[in-house]
Nanobody
Framework: QVQLVESGGDSAQAGGSLRLSCAASGYVYKMGWFRQLPGKEREAVAAIDSRGGLIYYADFVKDRFTIFRDDAKNLLYLHMNILKPEDTAVYYC???????????????WGQGTQVTVSS
């Protein structure tokens, strides 16, 4: 069992930046970020495998968000730049060992952290 705890969610102005963090209770091969907008399905934002050999970004965050991990500290980060109001969502950290980027390939989930972007 792996526990994941997110932090860093906050309110920001459009065009601003935020950094989300996720502390894992142990090393996990694959980690990622998902988000859930009000009334919508949870969607993948970005993911990274061990040592950053494989990285996935959703089209709607490419060139704005950066995912990276510190395996020595079991930490996952999401740097969010050029924020848009449509980025407002609850952001979840996820971890798993199965290949692929779909949500069903992740075994462990955090509780989520709220990001609110105002125009």
């Amino acid at each position: 069992q792996v526990q994941l705890v997110e932090s860093g969610g906050d309110s920001a102005q459009a065009g601003g930046s935020l950094r989300l963090s996720c502390a894992a209770s142990g090393y996990v091969y694959k980690m990622g970020w998902f988000r859930q907008l009000p009334g919508k399905e949870r969607e993948a934002v970005a993911a990274i495998d061990s040592r950053g050999g494989l990285i996935y970004y959703a089209d709607f965050v490419k060139d704005r968000f950066t995912i990276f991990r510190d395996d020595a500290k079991n930490l996952l980060y999401l740097h969010m730049n050029i924020l848009k109001p449509e980025d407002t969502a609850v952001y979840y950290c996820a971890a798993g060992v199965a290949s692929g980027w779909d949500s069903n390939t992740y075994a462990w989930w955090g509780q989520g952290t709220q990001v609110t972007v105002s125009s």
